[in-house]
């Protein structure tokens, strides 16, 4: 018999979002009449149409693939070049990230995930909590962890919790970290960092030669001035940072897949000789070995997001969505409750009613209210007696799910 991978068996219940999905299976096939009534504001899936630039331009691209003369097989692993420049020009502008630092893929999730295949053993690595719970699973399965302890931590992590009091932002650790996760715009709090608070991570990343992997896949939602939006907005991030963006939250993709990389030349770790090495020929090569590029239609429907209609028609979807998050954070305020986010991210972060665990919002909402949200401690033991609403969802919808938390109790 075959070994199988044990940190695996260390990985508490489900993933998060499938044992939400069985919860409210279980709850719909229970009470059919109710699961009519059901609004989900759990998993940030976007509800709206794909924008028209990237239609038309995925149309066109499989109407080349149609003719010999135009036909593509296998494209370059990296990404084609015409949608990493697009993204150097745009996104990076006077940034200094050039398009050779830039790699397309399937989705951020994965990135994060597969980062780990050309980082070593043996990092301290700090988590912000609460936290997407990918960046802790896929440490937890490439065994960088211990087990869990009653409240979820994991042995060997690092948490740097982001609580009311700091403002969800967390403070840089006294030891030292060799890696560390940072999200901002924040899933799930929607908390956002100013550049000050980066400046200081970098400086902590520099003076520790530590790697910050930098998750900014909620950026297009940034609505106030001085926000940063990329992390080589900080001198000397191009040393010590690798930033993480999407299609899937900007451009609708979530179903269409793509995102990309940015993992600058001058990023460096070392190897057990203690010879500082480049990481980006790293990532190249794992990508040309592991991966076969994202494929070209949606490339091509990525490129025209860059477009003036596809900017134009992107920043009507996060208006949309971000109108939700008004509707929603003032309905939950009204009703008596502390209200974080929504302002520069699609996500509202509500502080439970005084005793009340996220498990037991999560069912209350579902029974009284048919509204599906995600329980804070499933993003980690700081969440706990927190909740998270998700804006991505019709403006029928949100408003139905406004009215209803309007008329609850707590
Ligand atoms: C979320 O709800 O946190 C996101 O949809 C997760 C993701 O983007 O993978």
Redesign the pocket.
């Known amino acids: 018999m075959a070994f199988l991978n044990d940190n695996y068996l260390k990985l508490r219940a489900g993933y998060l979002?499938p044992e939400i999905a069985r919860r409210v299976t279980a709850f719909c096939e229970a009470d059919p009449a109710a699961a009519k009534r059901v609004i989900r504001c759990?998993?940030?899936?976007v509800t709206e149409p794909l924008p028209a630039a990237a239609r038309e331009a995925m149309h066109r691209a499989i109407d080349e693939l149609g003719a010999r003369a135009t036909f593509r097989g296998y494209g370059p692993e990296q990404g084609y070049a015409f949608l990493r420049e697009a993204i150097a020009a745009n996104d990076y502008a006077g940034l200094k990230v050039s398009a050779d630092e830039i790699f397309i893929s399937d989705g951020?999730?994965c990135d994060c995930g597969n980062i780990l295949d050309i980082l070593g053993s043996g990092n301290r690595i700090a988590m912000v909590d609460p936290v997407?719970p990918?960046y802790v699973d896929t440490n937890v399965m490439a065994g960088h962890t211990g087990a869990a302890d009653e409240s979820g931590a994991y042995e060997g992590l690092i948490y740097l919790p982001c609580r009311e009091e700091n403002g969800f932002v967390p403070e840089i650790p006294r030891e030292k970290a060799d890696i560390i996760y940072l999200c901002f715009p924040n899933?799930?709090t929607g908390a956002v960092a100013s550049l000050e608070q980066l400046r200081a991570w970098v400086e902590y990343a520099v003076r520790h030669e530590a790697l910050l992997l930098y998750d900014a896949?909620y950026e297009a939602y940034i609505s106030e001035p001085g926000v940063p939006h990329s992390i080589y907005e900080i001198p000397g991030a191009r040393e010590c940072a690798i930033e993480f963006r999407s299609f899937?939250?900007s451009g609708g993709f979530?179903g269409v897949r793509c995102a990309f990389t940015v993992l600058p030349k001058s990023v460096m770790a070392r190897t057990r000789s203690g010879e500082a090495r480049s990481l980006h020929p790293l990532w190249q090569r794992r990508s040309s070995t592991k991966f076969n590029g994202v494929s070209y239609p949606v490339q091509r429907g990525a490129e025209a997001l860059y477009s003036a209609e596809g900017k134009e028609q992107v920043a009507g979807l996060v208006a949309h969505y971000m109108g939700n998050a008004a509707i929603l954070r003032e309905a939950v305020a009204a009703s008596g409750l502390r209200v974080y986010g929504g302002v520069n991210a699609p996500y509202i972060w509500v502080r439970a009613p005084e005793g009340a665990s996220s498990w037991e919002i999560f069912d209350r909402l579902l029974q009284e209210a048919n509204i599906v949200i995600?329980p804070g401690s499933g993003f980690g033991a700081s969440g706990e007696g927190y909740f998270r609403i998700?804006a991505f969802n019709s403006r029928v919808n949100a408003e139905e799910a406004a009215h209803r938390i309007r008329a609850l109790s707590w």
Not at 42 to 45: A, L, S, V
């Open positions: 979002f759990g998993i940030g899936d951020s999730k997407y990918v899933n799930p896949a899937s939250k979530t995600t998700s």
